[in-house]
């Protein structure tokens, strides 16, 4: 089992709340925008996700940018979602020196300041063992750090099939780790969890629809297109099937890939949160230039 199933102390929510752009204040404002065409393209909107942003503009709460992470609710259950597109600055990160592990949001942003860069929003990457190093296939600008696993094996990584989280230069790729291994993408970064939320748009075989095994758990899904990659995180317990519901049914995502759970954090300077704990392993984030809006 991965060191990353421990338990560790999260950061209270208090902080301000970037809602939902399609999640209107107060009942009778619900109300008031379903009979109109507001209402009409807030639908449109819950079928396509990814005009969250546009709308964000069209009522006035804020431009694209500032809804690259959003905090939203789906049946009954909270969740926080941030989208990187094709040809965004993504990437993945270890190791800031050959043995030292970046560890943690903070040390990240720092290095990066001192190319001129910040992130505009990360969270761990991917599965990690005891020493920080990565649990699978890992690829670090192009370096193949750790090898691809495709046997079957213990927790939730060895839970077939799991998958890759591949970053091109010009989209982005989630793909069951059998179907890499056959016919294996060029990837700039790339990083291997388990198991796989949505499979063309199925749910994982062994997930239970009433389970009760909840965690706060972070995940990644990929666009039919390959142009857009979300990241998610629950700020509930959760189980799986209703983590790859969301991925689905809300984002409308035909690929998913879970990344981890319990340890699962989130940094997102626009929604004034950047969680806390000890020293992770791989991290993934939005790279931008530091003069630039942060989320």
Request: glycine share 10%.
């Amino acid at each position: 089992m991965p060191a990353s199933n421990a338990i560790l102390p999260r950061v209270p929510r208090t902080m301000p709340i970037r809602r939902d752009p399609l999640r209107p204040k107060g009942i009778g404002a619900r109300a008031i925008l379903r009979r109109g065409p507001i209402g009409k393209l807030a639908d449109a909107i819950r079928q396509a996700p990814q005009l969250a942003g546009a709308l964000a503009v069209f009522l006035g709460l804020g431009s694209a940018a500032q809804a690259e992470c959003v905090r939203t609710e789906y049946q009954d259950k909270s969740y926080t979602y941030c989208t990187a597109k094709a040809g965004d600055d993504l990437r993945l990160f270890l190791y800031a020196t050959e043995t030292q592990v970046y560890g943690n949001f903070r040390t990240l942003d720092e290095a990066l300041a001192r190319e001129g860069k910040k992130l505009a929003f990360a969270m761990n990457g991917s599965m990690y063992h005891p020493d920080r190093s990565p649990v699978g296939l890992f690829i670090e600008r192009g370096v193949e750090r750790s090898r691809l696993v495709t046997r079957e094996g213990p927790g939730n990584f060895g839970l077939l099939p799991n998958g890759v989280f591949c970053i091109q230069p010009e989209r982005f790729v989630v793909i069951e780790t059998l179907r890499f291994a056959s016919d294996r993408p060029d990837c700039t970064y790339a990083a291997q969890s388990g198991p796989m939320l949505v499979i063309d748009g199925a749910f994982h075989p062994r997930f239970i629809a009433g389970s009760d095994s909840r965690l706060i758990r972070n995940g990644v899904g990929v666009s039919a297109d390959g142009g857009r990659a979300v990241f998610v995180i629950s700020n509930m317990p959760v189980n799986f099937y209703e983590f790859a519901g969301f991925f689905r049914d809300y984002l409308g995502l035909p690929q998913a890939l879970y990344i981890d759970g319990n340890i699962s954090r989130l940094h997102a300077p626009g929604l004034r949160r950047s969680d806390w704990g000890t020293l992770l392993g791989p991290i993934v984030g939005k790279v931008v230039d530091a003069a630039a809006p942060k989320d």
